[in-house]
């Protein structure tokens, strides 16, 4: 089973993330907890050219294809080796956010970053959330966080499209996509995310 998290900046996707594997571990299954971009270690080189705050003259068509190319690479080291030994994969970011952050954020279009990673991957998630944090909240969240990345410098109008762009896909894919309030306290989202997972596990048995 290969689930994604998606969210802005500040929605708390990778600490709840963090707590769905261990909560699956603990009942048995062997989950592999990975990030995009990077997870293996060319596609982490790949991730240090994005998110480096030097990089400001990052063209948006060459950042849509540095992160189709890094989702590649650890797509068949680490994501597809680990579904074949029967692992549950968990993985911070997927397609869905270069889809809102270069498809719409960036203005590229949905279509033509789709067909950029379409050709790299042609994969997609059996399930995904998308913890909803509208982006005052989620920007409030990061603030005096010791790393700051380029993205998190955007303009606040940058992270307001991301946030309607995740809505968009949420809308587009609503067989895969499950949104959840990630403004709830953590263990109420916690609670929500492992109910869909039983159930989806439970329809495959």
Same mark, same amino acid.
């Given at each position: 089973?290969?689930?994604?998290?998606?969210?802005?900046?500040?929605?708390?996707?990778? $600490?709840?993330?963090?707590?769905?594997? *261990?909560?699956?571990?603990?009942?048995?299954?062997?989950?592999?907890?990975?990030?995009?971009?990077?997870?293996?270690?060319?596609?982490?080189?790949?991730?240090?050219?994005?998110?480096?705050?030097?990089? $400001?003259?990052? =063209?948006?068509?060459?950042?849509?294809?540095?992160?189709?190319?890094?989702?590649?690479?650890?797509?068949?080291?680490?994501?597809?080796?680990?579904? *074949?030994?029967?692992?549950?994969?968990?993985? =911070?970011?997927?397609?869905?956010?270069?889809?809102?952050?270069?498809?719409?954020?960036?203005?590229?279009?949905?279509?033509?970053?789709?067909?950029?990673?379409?050709?790299?991957?042609?994969?997609?998630?059996?399930? $995904?959330?998308?913890?909803?944090?509208?982006?005052?909240?989620?920007?409030?969240?990061?603030?005096?966080? =010791?790393?700051?990345?380029?993205?998190?410098?955007?303009?606040?109008?940058?992270?307001?499209?991301?946030?309607?762009?995740?809505?968009?896909?949420?809308?587009?894919?609503?067989?895969?996509?499950?949104?959840? =309030?990630?403004?709830?306290?953590?263990?109420?989202?916690?609670?929500?995310?492992?109910?869909?997972?039983?159930?989806?596990?439970?329809?495959?048995?």
């Amino acid at each position: 089973m290969f689930i994604t998290f998606e969210g802005p900046e500040g929605s708390g996707k990778t $600490t709840i993330s963090n707590i769905i594997e *261990k909560r699956l571990e603990d009942i048995g299954y062997q989950v592999v907890h990975t990030r995009e971009p990077g997870g293996t270690p060319i596609a982490e080189q790949i991730r240090n050219i994005i998110l480096d705050k030097a990089n $400001t003259m990052l =063209d948006a068509r060459a950042e849509a294809l540095l992160y189709a190319a890094s989702r590649r690479q650890h797509l068949v080291e680490k994501v597809w080796p680990a579904l *074949k030994e029967g692992k549950i994969v968990i993985c =911070d970011r997927y397609i869905d956010s270069s889809l809102v952050y270069q498809g719409i954020a960036r203005g590229l279009g949905i279509d033509d970053v789709l067909k950029a990673n379409c050709f790299a991957l042609n994969y997609m998630p059996n399930l $995904t959330f998308f913890i909803d944090v509208r982006p005052e909240v989620g920007l409030k969240r990061i603030e005096g966080r =010791d790393k700051i990345d380029r993205l998190d410098k955007e303009a606040f109008s940058f992270h307001q499209n991301v946030y309607n762009g995740y809505k968009k896909i949420a809308s587009m894919y609503k067989d895969r996509i499950i949104t959840i =309030d990630g403004e709830r306290p953590s263990e109420l989202v916690v609670k929500d995310i492992i109910k869909h997972i039983d159930l989806y596990l439970n329809s495959r048995r």
